[in-house]
């Protein structure tokens, strides 16, 4: 029910105890399921003889200052909307000090539930709830409320299999022209296989997040895979941030899905945030002329679905949307756009980046770090650094006060390892990647990693002739390498053959002009 993992399904029930209380008017029958922040149970609310969800605060959640204002978060932002398409939220209250909020039951499960039983979505299925998602995410939007965590887990359907967008537990709010922003220094919120390329990279968000989020929901649900994966969370999140990472076509796996439903899906997952749809609005619209358009046409390519926007009326727009938005009118209006706007902000550009330049990678200035709490065990220190995410305070942590225990000492080496690394921060990198190669014991995994970061350093630090040697070293290993990790090594390669065979070339170059100028000096008879 929350991006801790918390749900709504019946099925998360099996096997759990019933309890005996009731809190308030609300009877208590059976638990739903739990995360890392609540635990949800049915109830009936006995006053009206209704089922609802309850969603309960954990108690070992209560002194943990974000988890309180995450969960008030959630019935602030929920309690702010009313649309058929989102969860209503009845009451929020507290009991024995724990903090719950009642909201509508929904007993149909949730959408990955859906697929896992029944397979990937037909063309019509699809669309119809993609619109009804859309349509919860605008009225969300023009109430200056980002979601967040968009996925197919919080996108739970009724008996009648109509969609309700639930979870507003990472909302971003604009309310009341106040901005309550959740995340913290060193965290990203949001879950890895779904997460919008600004999320991974900490970058300011806007509903356009959101609808990066609800693309790749449902490529998976249209596909029945994820977009991209991984070993780890943090390869996919990588994933979704490298924009040389391309998803297999839509079409590809689905020939028998409508052209036009491929290209709206592969709209909104578009990385460069300037060419995904610009507001659940302009989806809805595109959505509704296909509806209109009926099942018979939707096979036809998408000019006819371009013709027909270009036949609508431009919108009066303000400056802020028209800059936003015009990369969308094609391109020679995008070209005379960015010819504008260089003469606009081009000196004031140049002089912002000479600002923040780092003018060496492996010489940068360290960040100012926050202090990260003992969580009273290594295990606990470690699932802490998890639910952080992206944090390199919490990994250090994990190090720092656990050292003597191996197993998680390693993995905060190798989380470390990568996190700098897709940061530039090269100095930082090479340290734990040291450390990982030199790890003594049977972990050759661990060490081949370690060898394989040295490898893509040294390329990066320009002595391709040493990482070009270590990586042909470690081509046994390669399989055995997240394919994040592979992707570096085959950028690493492709920048050593290019710059060692430019260097080959000045070298011949160079001994036929030395043969050349001293047949020139022999004397001739």
Wanted: aromatic share 6%; glycine share 8%; charged share 25%.
């Amino acid at each position: 029910m929350s991006g801790t993992g918390d749900s709504q399904s019946p099925q998360a029930s099996e096997g759990t105890e019933i309890p005996a209380e009731s809190i308030g008017e609300f009877r208590l029958l059976r638990r739903l399921g739990q995360g890392g922040m609540a635990e949800v149970y049915l109830a009936e609310q006995t006053s009206l003889k209704r089922p609802v969800a309850l969603k309960l605060l954990r108690r070992e959640r209560l002194e943990s200052a974000g988890a309180v204002e995450r969960f008030e978060t959630e019935a602030l932002a929920a309690a702010a909307l009313n649309h058929p398409n989102i969860v209503s939220v009845y009451l929020v209250g507290e009991h024995a000090g724990r903090k719950f909020l009642v909201q509508e039951y929904v007993s149909g499960g949730n959408l990955r539930e859906r697929v896992q039983k029944q397979g990937a979505l037909d063309a019509e299925q699809g669309l119809r709830l993609l619109e009804q998602a859309a349509s919860a995410l605008s009225a969300a939007h023009k109430q200056g409320i980002v979601h967040r965590d968009i996925k197919p887990e919080n996108l739970l359907l009724t008996e009648q299999g109509d969609v309700k967008v639930a979870d507003f537990g990472l909302a971003q709010l604009t309310l009341a022209g106040v901005r309550n922003n959740l995340t913290q220094e060193g965290l990203t919120l949001g879950t890895p296989l779904y997460m919008s390329p600004e999320q991974v990279s900490d970058s300011k968000l806007d509903q356009r997040s959101d609808l990066y989020s609800l693309g790749v929901t449902f490529y998976h649900v249209l596909a029945g895979q994820p977009p991209y994966s991984g070993k780890t969370a943090l390869a996919v999140a990588m994933q979704h941030a490298d924009p040389k990472q391309k998803p297999q076509p839509l079409a590809e796996l689905r020939p028998d899905l409508p052209l036009v439903v491929c290209r709206i899906v592969h709209k909104l997952m578009a990385k460069d945030v300037t060419r995904r749809y610009q507001a659940a609005e302009d989806l809805l619209a595109d959505l509704k002329r296909l509806r209109e358009r009926g099942a018979a046409p939707m096979g036809r390519d998408t000019a006819q679905l371009e013709a027909e926007r270009e036949e609508q009326p431009p919108p009066q727009l303000t400056w802020k949307e028209w800059l936003w938005q015009t990369p969308d009118s094609g391109w020679a209006g995008f070209g005379s756009w960015m010819v504008l706007t260089a003469v606009l902000v081009g000196a004031a550009g140049a002089g912002l980046g000479w600002l923040r330049r780092t003018p060496d990678p492996f010489r940068h200035a360290p960040r100012s770090e926050p202090t990260i709490p003992n969580q009273g065990s290594a295990e606990r220190q470690y699932f802490h650094a998890l639910m952080l995410r992206d944090s390199i305070p919490a990994w250090k942590a994990v190090i720092a006060l656990y050292p003597e225990k191996q197993f998680f000492r390693n993995a905060a080496l190798q989380r470390l390892a990568e996190l700098h690394l897709f940061r530039g921060e090269f100095l930082e990198a090479s340290g734990y990647f040291d450390q990982l190669a030199e790890l003594p014991g049977a972990d050759q995994r661990l060490r081949a990693f370690g060898r394989a970061g040295q490898a893509i350093l040294k390329s990066l630090n320009k002595d391709y002739g040493g990482s070009q040697a270590q990586i042909s070293e470690l081509s046994a290993s390669f399989s055995e390498f997240d394919p994040w990790l592979r992707n570096q090594l085959a950028d690493a390669v492709e920048r050593n053959r290019k710059a060692l065979n430019t260097e080959l070339t000045a070298n011949l170059r160079k001994m036929v002009e030395q043969r050349d100028a001293e047949a020139e000096s022999e004397p001739r008879n």
